[in-house]
């Protein structure tokens, strides 16, 4: 198999072991930045996109994590890291945990309110605490191992049950996912820069689709009209409706210009 077809392989693979884990009522999650007449939209859990941003429900995010882990102990030639939300779920984890780190090569335990650094017993199973960091916002299991797999989520604040985050099984995101956390464990960045990006990105991405899907409607419809009754398309009338057109598609090329304004800009 070609490795395109490897990941293509490893997404359906995951994406039916966490539909498999949640309860028949519950497996949809809703598309970000999109909307019909105002109404978020809904998807089947097992219709969801790789390197596309959902919001999951907490069941759903749980079960993307404990696919990823079983992925991972398939295949014990990488590291695994996983994230709790606070020190007592760990501990309570902690026997399961002692399980999955004899599965694979290493495992990283990402965990708020626990000390800086703890050298568990058994080699390669450490674990790290995300007090005060911005990883405690954030739920993750991720296998840097073949094929590399990654679920990440950010919670939100006010709805814990709620999170935007995505899967993937591209090995290029997957490193630099890694990368990025190796820096905000070792404290030598505040940002979790590569989240960042792809969120900004993928809404910069289903805005301008958004925007040429309606104007497209109003051009159509325009059309139609003309058509209709065509001694009301005047040369005024028409190169009216061009210029229209040109002033639009500067205006979304805008759109991504100043998105990436926004990635570039340094944050504190």
Do not use: W
């Not at 999109?34 to 097992?46: A, C, N």
């Not at 429900?57 to 992925?71: E, N, P, T």
């Not at 939300?85 to 990402?110: D, W």
Request: positive net charge; charged residues 30%; hydrophobic residues 40%.
């Amino acid at each position: 198999m070609t490795g395109r077809n490897i990941q293509r392989s490893a997404e359906r693979a995951l994406v039916r072991d966490a539909v498999r884990r949640v309860p028949s009522g519950q497996r949809f999650a809703q598309e970000a930045f999109t909307s019909e007449h105002r109404r978020p939209v809904l998807v089947r859990l097992s219709e969801v996109h790789p390197d596309t941003f959902y919001h999951f429900d907490g069941v759903s995010a749980g079960a993307f994590c404990d696919a990823v882990v079983d992925a991972a102990m398939h295949r014990s030639d990488g590291r695994l890291t996983l994230s709790y939300s606070a020190y007592g779920e760990f501990r309570s984890q902690q026997r399961r945990l002692q399980r999955i780190a004899g599965k694979v090569e290493r495992l990283r335990v990402l965990a708020v309110g626990a000390p800086e650094r703890i050298a568990v017993a058994d080699h390669g199973f450490s674990v790290y605490g995300t007090t005060g960091n911005v990883l405690a916002n954030y739920r993750l299991a991720m296998n840097e191992g073949s094929p590399r797999v990654l679920f990440v989520c950010r919670e939100a604040a006010s709805d814990r049950q709620r999170a935007l985050g995505f899967f993937t099984c591209d090995a290029e995101t997957v490193d630099e996912i890694a990368d990025d956390i190796e820096l905000l464990v070792r404290g030598l960045t505040r940002r979790f820069a590569t989240f960042d990006r792809l969120q900004t990105l993928h809404e910069t991405t289903q805005r301008v689709a958004r925007e040429l899907e309606s104007y497209s409607r109003r051009m159509e419809l325009a059309i139609r009209r003309a058509r209709r009754r065509p001694d009301l398309l005047t040369p005024a009338r028409f190169n009216r409706i061009v210029g229209q057109a040109i002033t639009k598609m500067e205006q979304l090329k805008e759109i991504p210009r100043r998105a990436l304004r926004a990635i570039d800009r340094p944050r504190r």
